[in-house]
């Protein structure tokens, strides 16, 4: 986990390294809007604390930068108390405000706040290539266009994308798919699922496939050319 320190005070972002190090963290300590840009296009941090009083501008111009291009998690860390300020580093998209003098034990409470909505997130959103699938919100779309999925075709799909480039196999998914209605399922109720979804999912014009299917074994989320894809089921 890679946290970011966009601190001019190297005392005070020191301390902050010493009391969170004991969460197996690393850190990333820059002093400067210019340095801080340089270390984040070279390790895309996992979480930014930023102060907005920077020698070379505001922290306000480095949240905007960054919203520009990532939405991890962002705490402002700053002296300036005024309510205005914390309305605009919300605003801006900053996730949490603090204000100095402050606790390191509510810091390092925030932090792992922050830290577990970001994976509950991560987990919930899979982007690839023209795709977006939102499993939280339950939102598939393809090229920005929203692609209605039945119960069992989300349920797929979450299942490949969660183990995606490995085999699943058509016992697994039949199992996972259909064994809590207590009913015998048809195997073919599963070819049936998968090619439905391949057809919403894809373009007939197409020359990949991302459902690849794995010869007498199951199938698997991969990007493959067409041509090299067995045509069984």
Not at 55 to 67: H, K, N, T
Not at 156 to 164: D, F, S
Not at 167 to 180: A, C, G
Request: proline letters at 2%.
């Amino acid at each position: 986990m890679l946290i970011q320190i966009v601190e001019d005070d190297r005392a005070l972002s020191d301390g902050i390294v010493l009391a969170l190090r004991e969460s197996g963290m690393e850190f990333i300590q820059n002093k400067s809007i210019k340095s801080a840009k340089e270390s984040f296009q070279k390790s895309t941090p996992n979480l930014i604390i930023l102060d907005l009083n920077l020698p070379d501008g505001s922290g306000y111009d480095y949240l905007r930068w960054v919203r520009e291009c990532a939405q991890i998690p962002i705490l402002i860390l700053t002296a300036n108390d005024m309510e205005m300020d914390e309305v605009m580093g919300l605003t801006l998209g900053a996730d949490d405000y603090m204000t100095k003098p402050f606790s390191l034990a509510v810091l390092r409470a925030r932090i792992q706040v922050l830290l577990r909505r970001s994976r509950k997130t991560q987990d919930d959103i899979y982007e690839e290539d023209e795709f977006r699938f939102d499993f939280g919100s339950l939102s598939f779309a393809r090229n920005g266009k929203e692609i209605a999925l039945s119960v069992n075709e989300q349920r797929l799909l979450k299942l490949l994308i969660e183990n995606r480039g490995r085999i699943l196999m058509r016992s697994t998914l039949i199992d996972r798919l259909w064994s809590s209605n207590g009913e015998y399922v048809d195997e073919n109720a599963l070819s049936v699922t998968v090619n439905r979804l391949r057809g919403k999912l894809e373009d007939g014009k197409d020359d990949v496939s991302y459902i690849q299917t794995v010869y007498r074994q199951g199938y698997r989320w991969k990007r493959e050319d067409r041509s090299c894809l067995d045509e069984g089921h």
